[in-house]
């Protein structure tokens, strides 16, 4: 057999040498001196043959004689003689009707022989040979042949592959003999059975894309020795050299058959290996993707901070400039020996009155009381009267001292202590429990866990009410949804609650408003930030009315005449139609010609929608938003298996555990006061410079983010201060025991 090694000349003059002793031991293959059977010859070769022992002298050749030198008729010879009536081989020549009857005979009273009359190599002679050469890796060694019978000629194709420690080669044979090169090199080869279809011209190329030739595979390199072995009676040889052969389709689907299942292990091997590398790659620029995306939300979030810092900058500066200019106008005024406005007293009495109403910070009032107790000071200040529907009155009611009150917490002081009444309800939807959303309520107010995916806050608490009687209960339940209903613009308490309700629970927020410009920047305020809450930040998903929408679905519009400006916030955000319907005309006011308001204005407010529509429209809006089919939340839930009840039982008292744990650490908190607890031993503990270390850290490094950075370097700075654990103990003892002195 022919050695040829694929990286070099396709011609070699090596083979592998026997591993058994021929002819004896107990090998045995057809032999040229065998008979040949009638059935290997068709009519034309069987006539070509009589004539060529006719023409080399055997024309007297007794026909019985001729007869009995074919496999299998040496018993029957006389059976088939009858069929002819010629006596010799001459006669027989001459003959030619009695040439297809004679063959025909001969097939006829002879038994066609089994393909495994041709012989084989087999196993044992190619892994011997193999691992003497090239040397085995421990059991890489595959072997498939196949006997079977194309065209009436039999035929046997046997294929050999092992994988080596030294380079191998690929072998051809053909008949137990060398050729010169791959037989096969113009033959389509297709196998199917494989982890991927092969398909390649000759027998090389085959084993190239089985991944079964030495080379590189999975990133190293491997050695493979392979042999391919065809046995025929007849080789359907293109050249005398039989380098080259015309097989039928059903032969070299054989030949293909048999190689790829001697190549199928290194071929799945290699197709894995492929599959692998291309996941490697895929997740290789995934990750690209991520880190690209990363860096670019990162420093779009830095230039968010940036322009929350700037807009904060610009908020600070203003109301500087806004105090600068109260004071010297104050001045002025007093100067000029005028009465200072109410506006003006209020803003000097509301600092020391809430000291003095909260006894410095330690009890919490509502705006009413602080109303009361900032009255009699106020009543006994001298002001400027100041003229309300032609009629001047220096009487303090609450709703300018409201309006002052809100701008002094802007721009001025905080006044945390001081808790506003509730503006609207928060409705529980599988529990059933209302809770007014005002300051008090909510600050002591505990999130269910893991009941809810999100809030609705409704603008209209009467809307909710309404929705309660058609559905919006069992809607609510379906999408796991507490709901807020609000009364128009949510107070500070509503939008904290719904950033502590995103922040570290994950809720989706909502938001269901009117198609105005009102309910347009309803939704606008609860997401962004405000000079109250400058870092505020919220995602909101508003789910309309919008008051395209709402045309399209044929509501009835209402005009509305606006006295103040559209919210600048809601501008970019406008279309045409919505700009045009919400502007109306201009008007001059009579009485006051330097105000204006705005007439014809047009709106559609949620109302519109009819009592029975509402849960439908909703139900179709928070699908879309929670990315969930209507259809499919209210179907009918095929109730989930329950698990064992002492199951059951552990998380019940694991439930009530929880909350008596709760209502504990609340309990203690009433009369524990941590808060102080904790300042006090912070007061005590050390600060650390980190102006050094974090410079050399940013320094260092320029890749990764800075927040990063920053905890990389505090958390470092606290681990290697041996003492702060001591420290640390050792202060909250001292805090405790002052605190318990003063019981």
């Not at 044979?173 to 199917?192: A, C, E, K, M």
């Not at 939300?297 to 109260?326: C, G, I, M």
């Amino acid at each position: 057999m022919t050695r040829l090694n694929p990286a070099e000349s396709p011609i070699s003059d090596l083979s592998l040498p026997p591993t058994v002793a021929f002819p004896g031991d107990r090998w045995r293959k057809f032999l040229p001196t065998d008979p040949t059977p009638a059935h290997w010859y068709r009519p034309d070769e069987f006539a070509r043959l009589v004539h060529l022992k006719a023409e080399q002298g055997y024309a007297a050749q007794p026909l019985a004689d001729f007869i009995q030198e074919f496999k299998g008729l040496s018993r029957v010879w006389r059976k088939v003689r009858q069929a002819v009536p010629v006596e010799t081989v001459g006669q027989l020549a001459e003959a030619p009707l009695a040439i297809s009857a004679l063959h025909e005979a001969m097939r006829t009273h002879a038994p066609a022989p089994q393909p495994e009359i041709l012989g084989r190599v087999g196993p044992d002679h190619f892994r011997q040979r193999f691992d003497a050469a090239f040397q085995i890796v421990g059991h890489r060694f595959w072997y498939k042949h196949q006997w079977a019978v194309a065209d009436g000629m039999p035929f046997l194709i046997e294929a050999a592959l092992a994988e080596t420690r030294h380079p191998g080669d690929v072998f051809y044979g053909l008949n137990y003999s060398v050729p010169f090169t791959d037989p096969l090199s113009t033959t389509r080869l297709v196998y199917d059975g494989g982890p991927e279809p092969l398909e390649s011209r000759g027998l090389l190329g085959f084993l190239r894309e089985a991944g079964a030739l030495s080379g590189a595979r999975y990133g190293k390199p491997i050695h493979t020795a392979a042999a391919v072995h065809l046995v025929m009676p007849l080789l359907p040889a293109l050249d005398r050299g039989k380098s080259r052969l015309a097989l039928s389709e059903a032969l070299a689907a054989a030949i293909a058959e048999t190689v790829g299942h001697t190549t199928k292990t290194l071929h799945k091997e290699i197709v894995d290996w492929r599959k692998h590398q291309a996941q490697r790659e895929r997740q290789a620029r995934q990750q690209a993707i991520r880190i690209v995306t990363e860096r670019e939300k990162e420093r779009e979030r830095q230039e968010q901070l940036l322009e929350a810092r700037r807009e904060r900058e610009e908020r600070d500066q203003r109301r500087e400039q806004r105090r600068w200019e109260r004071e010297a106008q104050q001045q002025r005024r007093q100067a000029r020996g005028e009465l200072p406005t109410m506006r003006e007293v209020l803003f000097e009495l509301f600092l020391p009155t809430y000291r003095d109403s909260t006894e410095n910070e330690v009890i919490r009032i509502s705006q009413r009381d602080f109303f009361y107790d900032i009255r009699p000071r106020f009543n006994r200040r001298a002001v400027r009267p100041s003229k309300k529907d032609g009629v001047e009155s220096t009487a303090l009611d609450f709703g300018y001292f409201a309006r002052c009150l809100s701008d002094f917490r802007k721009e001025v002081h905080p006044l945390p202590m001081i808790d506003y009444k509730a503006r609207g309800t928060l409705f529980e939807s599988h529990s059933g429990r209302e809770i007014p959303m005002g300051d008090r309520e909510l600050r002591d107010y505990r999130f269910p866990h893991h009941e809810y995916a999100g809030i609705l806050y409704v603008e209209k608490e009467g809307i909710w009410q309404t929705l309660k009687d058609t559905g919006g209960i069992d809607l609510m339940r379906r999408y796991d949804l507490l709901v807020a209903a609000g009364e128009g613009y949510s107070n500070e308490a509503i939008r904290k609650f719904l950033a502590l309700a995103q922040t570290e629970y994950g809720y989706k927020v909502m938001v269901w408003h009117d198609a105005d410009p009102y309910g347009y920047n309803i939704a606008r305020t609860l997401a962004e930030p405000t000079e109250r809450l400058p870092d505020h930040h919220l995602e909101v998903i508003d789910i309309g009315l919008g008051l395209e929408e709402g045309l399209g679905l044929g509501l009835q519009t209402e005009t509305f005449t606006r006295k103040k400006a559209m919210p600048e916030g809601i501008l970019p955000a406008l279309t045409d139609r919505e700009l045009e319907l919400f502007t109306g005309e201009r008007w001059r006011i009579q009485r006051n010609p330097d105000r204006y308001e705005w007439r014809n204005c047009q709106r559609i407010e949620i109302n519109a929608i009819k009592v029975r529509d509402r849960p439908a429209y909703l139900e179709r809006k928070i699908g879309e938003a929670l990315q969930r089919r209507p259809d499919i939340a209210a179907a009918p839930q095929q109730p989930p298996t329950r698990p064992p009840l002492g199951e059951m039982v552990e998380l019940a008292q694991a439930l009530i555990q929880r909350s008596l744990r709760d209502h504990a650490r609340a309990a203690i908190e009433e009369r524990i006061k941590l808060q102080e607890i904790e300042a006090a031993a912070l007061a005590t503990l050390p600060r650390y410079d980190l102006t050094d270390d974090l410079q050399a850290a940013l320094d260092v490094d320029l890749q990764t983010p800075w927040r990063e950075i920053v905890k990389r370097t505090a958390a470092e700075r606290l681990r290697i201060d041996e003492s702060l654990p001591g420290a640390i103990e050792q202060a909250i003892e001292e805090a405790i025991r002052n605190t318990l002195r003063s019981f």
